[in-house]
């Protein structure tokens, strides 16, 4: 795609943001498509925090697509720190056009640029589609990963 843009979003966004995520089979059941207080919280920590951004894909002044990227300092591999992709989504009308390597391939250059020894990202079980594309894009599923929801 042409002309896109990732940067961290702005409060303004949020209603476009929380929209990405919750379009998508699995984020209707579990997001929201209005802004409230628990979405105003999150924001507000994600953006105070500078191992934390809440990306967007801009062209123009409209808004693509999102991710959260995560950067965590570790002891393991030797000091090493890593970078988590979370909430990867691309508008709709959009997917399968290529925005979404872009935008991973922007996201592991930061991380590149960064100094992290690696890359990772969790993925739920149900989306082959997602797990094809993340393993063309080189990401090996070398892990179980579990969750305990609370």
């Known amino acids: ?3 896109v843009i990732f ?3 702005i409060r303004a966004e949020l209603p476009a943001v929380i929209a990405l995520l919750a379009d998508d089979v699995l984020g209707k059941a579990r997001d929201f498509t209005e802004v ?3 979405y105003e919280k999150a924001f507000a920590e994600i953006d105070a ?8 894909a801009d062209a123009g002044g409209e808004l693509l697509g999102c991710m959260q990227i995560t950067y965590i ?5 030797h000091g090493a720190e890593r970078s988590l992709i979370e909430s990867v989504r691309v508008r709709s009308d959009l997917r399968g056009r290529g925005l979404g390597r872009e935008m991973m391939a922007w996201a592991i250059d930061q991380a590149r640029q960064r100094g ?4 990772q990202l969790t993925t739920d079980k149900t989306r082959a589609d ?7 894009l080189g990401f090996v599923a070398s892990h179980e990963g579990m969750k305990l929801p609370l």
């Open 36 to 38: 409230d207080d628990a």
């Open 1 to 3: 795609m042409t002309d």
């Open 130 to 136: 997602a797990h094809r594309f993340y393993r063309n």
């Open 7 to 9: 940067r961290d979003a």
């Open 73 to 77: 300092p570790g002891l393991g591999r």
């Open 116 to 119: 992290c020894a690696l890359v």
């Open 49 to 56: 925090d500078p191992r934390n951004h809440l990306v967007v």
